[in-house]
T-cell receptor
Framework: GAGVSQSPSNKVTEKGKDVELRCDPI?????LYWYRQSLGQGLEFLIYFQGNSAPDKSGLPSDRFSAERTGGSVSTLTIQRTQQEDSAVYLC????????????FGPGTRLTVT | KNEVEQSPQNLTAQEGEFITINCSYSVGISALHWLQQHPGGGIVSLFMLSSGKKKHGRLIATINIQEKHSSLHITASHPRDSAVYIC?????????????FGEGTQLTVNP
């Protein structure tokens, strides 16, 4: 079946602009995660959603970052007033709910803020 | 100190060699993941384990919960194994399965 998809694959934006990144999880996966990988650095957790529960936003680096998940499926990560330090690959993953399930990663969106 | 430490950071091997990548963690976990990231950036889950040992083809993953240590082994390595291997842990918590990642090990296998 189809895996996790993300769009766009690449996004170049000017500093100060807002951007929206989209994630389509695997059908039936109730858990959805956003991670970020900055150049030359490891992966870091941003936010996760599980069903209708309140999302865990503890990894968001600033209040310029927000995310929503509509209808328990598609998720959008929004970065307002982008800064150069926001340049990174943003990865989405989905899984069945619980600690015993592996996460399936999307191909990522490479964001470059000029 | 990072909660998840990997070693080595970089590893170069000749085709056919046996390879070991180590991962140590300092927090309580419910599961440990080994991930593979190819130069194009895509991440693939190799293993998820909470005890013992798992094997898939030429890849073997082990975990020692008491010692808080895991190893990823590659037997008969091949140039196509060249990638970044990432250890990630799912912390014991009630608020979900978020992963905490190691810095990754860059593996290069030369023909």
């Amino acid at each position: 079946g189809a895996g996790v998809s993300q769009s766009p694959s690449n996004k170049v934006t000017e500093k100060g602009k807002d951007v929206e990144l989209r994630c389509d999880p695997i059908s039936g996966h109730t858990a959805l995660y956003w991670y970020r990988q900055s150049l030359g650095q490891g992966l870091e957790f941003l936010i996760y959603f599980q069903g209708n529960s309140a999302p865990d936003k503890s990894g968001l680096p600033s209040d310029r970052f927000s995310a929503e998940r509509t209808g328990g499926s598609v998720s959008t990560l929004t970065i307002q007033r982008t800064q150069q330090e926001d340049s990174a690959v943003y990865l989405c993953a989905s899984s069945l709910w619980g600690e015993s399930y592996e996460q399936y990663f999307g191909p990522g969106t490479r964001l470059t803020v000029t | 100190k990072n909660e998840v430490e990997q070693s080595p950071q970089n590893l170069t091997a000749q085709e056919g060699e046996f390879i070991t990548i180590n991962c140590s963690y300092s927090v309580g976990i419910s599961a440990l993941h080994w991930l593979q990231q190819h130069p194009g950036g895509g991440i693939v889950s190799l293993f998820m384990l909470s005890s013992g040992k798992k094997k898939h083809g030429r890849l073997i993953a082990t975990i020692n919960i008491q010692e808080k240590h895991s190893s990823l082994h590659i037997t008969a390595s091949h140039p196509r194994d060249s990638a970044v291997y990432i250890c990630a842990v799912c912390r014991s918590q009630t608020s979900g399965s978020r992963l905490t990642f190691g810095e990754g090990t860059q593996l290069t296998v030369n023909p």
